[in-house]
């Protein structure tokens, strides 16, 4: 073999280099790192670093928990929750608030959310504000307004700007036709009126689950760019699968959550994966961290950030630990620093 590598170009060394940092091999996936403090009752986080250092994380838990930690690792201190009285939106009787994302604009941190119940499709994305991050500071400006529609599910908002005077993208969406992006004014409290056309579909896979009664479920995307080797890429995390099944209901082996990745050169896509696949029309997704070893399962609810304490980029998610279990206050926060020097992201230690 050796022979053979020596006689390819440096291009295909590059290739072989891709091949050998594999995300799909399990393998090479280390444990979480670790976690202090309040780590557990964890769903779809966002995290944020204030600029004295202090770490938020937000996520879905009532009227979204917050909490903050002096350190990627903890310890996390839970400090209340973002809406104590809930929305203003309003969607349906017993409704709930998921997955929050958090973004600086300026001075003002923007934290997008999604009205919902488990099955609904006429759900809502909803901006509160807040100059601190703290608990008790937010304001609650209601819907953003999207255009609700049958192909999609406005749930699990991501909001992406590259720089400070670049366009802000909102991608979204679960179920139905998968994930959606839509351009937002600025400040980004509204959908563009310029770029007014309806958000457009840029992730989808149409393949059945085993057993599973519709296509399989593209979710919680998450935006980021990265200059790697003179090319800029803008990928785009998802998960994919079931998220939260319980034993006697656990999916097929491979089927439950899990963090895939697509990449493109432009925000706006095309996206495709590492074997070239489209995301959008052809199953594409290349597996960044799925289920290995005995104590993580599922993971997803994924985020990505420059973690300056390590001077490293962190991929941040919930999973379930089997030995702790798979209820929904089990869930457990956790992270692993990613290596993207190959182009893809790998899940290093
Ligand atoms: C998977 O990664 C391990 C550890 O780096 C390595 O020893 C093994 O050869 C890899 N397997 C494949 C199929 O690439
Ligand atoms: C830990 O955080 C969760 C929300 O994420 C909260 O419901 C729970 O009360 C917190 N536990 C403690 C001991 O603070
Ligand atoms: C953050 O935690 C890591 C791991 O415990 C440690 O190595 C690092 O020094 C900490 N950073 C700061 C700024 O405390
Ligand atoms: C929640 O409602 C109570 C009672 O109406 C009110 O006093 C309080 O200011 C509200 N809190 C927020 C954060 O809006
Ligand atoms: C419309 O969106 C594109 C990016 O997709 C951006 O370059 C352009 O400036 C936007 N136009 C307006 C009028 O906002
Ligand atoms: C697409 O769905 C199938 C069936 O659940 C799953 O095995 C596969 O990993 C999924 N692929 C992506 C890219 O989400
Ligand atoms: C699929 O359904 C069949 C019939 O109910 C069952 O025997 C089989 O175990 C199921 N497979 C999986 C992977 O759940
Ligand atoms: C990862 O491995 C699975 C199982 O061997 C395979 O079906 C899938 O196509 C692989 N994905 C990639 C991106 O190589």
Known sequence: ???????????????????????????TWPDPEPCSGNCSAIHDPSVVRRADGT?????????????????????????????????????????EIWAPDVFLVDDTYYAYYAVSLVGLQTSDIGLATSDTLEAGTWTDQGSLGLPKSNSYNLIDPN??????????????????????????????????????????????????????SGPAIVEGSFQFWWLQGGTKYYYLFFSSGACCNLPGN????????????????????????????????????????????????????????????AGRIALYYHYVNPQIGY???????????????????????
């Not at 073999?1 to 393998?27: H, P, R, Y």
């Not at 009227?63 to 929305?87: K, R, V």
């Not at 004014?185 to 085993?210: F, L």
Request: glycine share 10%.
């Open 1 to 27: 073999m050796k022979s053979i590598f020596q006689l390819l170009s440096t291009v295909s060394l590059l290739k072989v280099g891709v091949i050998e940092a594999d995300s799909n091999n399990t393998s």
């Open 55 to 95: 770490w938020f994380r937000f996520s879905t838990n009532g009227n979204i928990a917050i909490a903050s930690a002096p350190n990627l690792t903890g310890p996390w201190e839970y400090q209340g929750a973002m809406l104590p009285n809930g929305s203003e939106i309003q969607v349906i009787e017993n409704q």
């Open 159 to 212: 909001l992406f700007r590259e720089s400070s005077t670049a366009p802000f993208f909102m991608s979204f969406g679960s179920a139905w036709n998968g994930i959606y992006q839509t351009q937002l004014s600025s400040p980004p409290d509204s959908e563009s009126d310029s770029n007014g056309t309806s958000p457009n579909n840029i992730a989808y896979n149409s393949t059945h689950p085993v057993n599973g």
């Open 250 to 309: 656990l999916a097929a082996p491979g089927d439950e959550y899990k963090i895939m990745v697509c990449r493109a050169t432009s925000p706006t896509g095309p996206f495709s994966d590492q074997a070239g696949k489209s995301c959008l029309d052809g199953n594409g997704g290349t597996l960044v961290l799925g289920s290995h070893g005995e104590n993580v399962y599922a993971p997803g609810g994924q985020g990505v950030i420059f973690d300056e304490d």
């Open 327 to 349: 209820a929904f206050n089990d869930f457990q926060f956790g992270f692993n620093y990613l290596d993207l020097s190959s182009g893809w992201p790998v899940v290093v230690s």
